[in-house]
T-cell receptor, first 114, second 115 residues
């Protein structure tokens, strides 16, 4: 059973381009979380999704950021018109819907905006 | 609302010394609590979890944590630090509501182990 798979591991984008980060949850997991981690800072919650449904997006910037978790395929975190401040490590985690179950993390995507 | 507070963003211990990383939680209902470890350039790995079965929870790599409801704490300990324990540690709390559960993380504590 493969773990949470994130790709790409490293992504370089020029200012103004779009960044697409992919996350395939563990088999049997229907919940996906996205977090952003800046150097010397903790994990910042961005969005919590269930298949075809956004449960909580209170941590998502209002503009340029969007996330989806379609019925088929991976979850996508999309950042439009990237700026230098978007440079960070983005982590995806997945879990089952069962109460008290832990979240499993991917290795992260390190986005660098040049 | 639920939250966790980790006291001390950086902790240094000597190799062989006791490791104590502090975590206090806030939750309106009995929580589920977790400790994760993050090594450089990697994702988070679960160390241990508390799900109300026992207040003293043993995890991997010799770590354990004790749930103390009266103190709303879930501190992480290890009797003897090893160089390989140098990493960042995150405390997390999750609350299940209507089939959905949001995982909330603390700000992390970086553990330095001095030879």
């Amino acid at each position: 059973n493969a773990g949470v798979m994130q790709n790409p591991r490293h992504l370089v984008r020029r200012r103004g381009q779009e960044a697409r980060l992919r996350c395939s949850p563990m088999k049997g997991h229907s919940h996906v979380y996205w977090y952003r981690q800046l150097p010397e800072e903790g994990l910042k919650f961005m969005v919590y999704l269930q298949k075809e449904n956004i449960i909580d997006e209170s941590g998502m910037p209002k503009e340029r950021f969007s996330a989806e978790f379609p019925k088929e395929g991976p979850s996508i975190l999309r950042i439009q018109q990237v700026v230098r401040g978007d440079s960070a490590a983005y982590f995806c985690a997945s879990s089952r819907a069962r109460e008290g179950t832990e979240a499993f993390f991917g290795q992260g995507t390190r986005l660098t905006v040049v | 609302a639920q939250s966790v507070t980790q006291l001390g963003s950086h902790v240094s211990v000597s190799e062989g010394a006791l490791v104590l990383l502090r975590c206090n939680y806030s939750s309106s209902v009995p929580p589920y609590l977790f400790w994760y470890v993050q090594y450089p350039n990697q994702g988070l790995q679960l160390l241990l979890k508390y799900t109300s079965a026992a207040t003293l929870v043993k995890g991997i790599n010799g770590f354990e944590a004790e749930f103390k409801k009266s103190e709303t704490s879930f501190h992480l300990t290890k009797p003897s630090a090893h160089m390989s324990d140098a990493a960042e540690y995150f405390c997390a709390v999750t609350l299940n509501s209507g089939g959905y559960q949001k995982v909330t993380f603390g700000t992390g504590t970086k553990l330095q182990v001095i030879p």
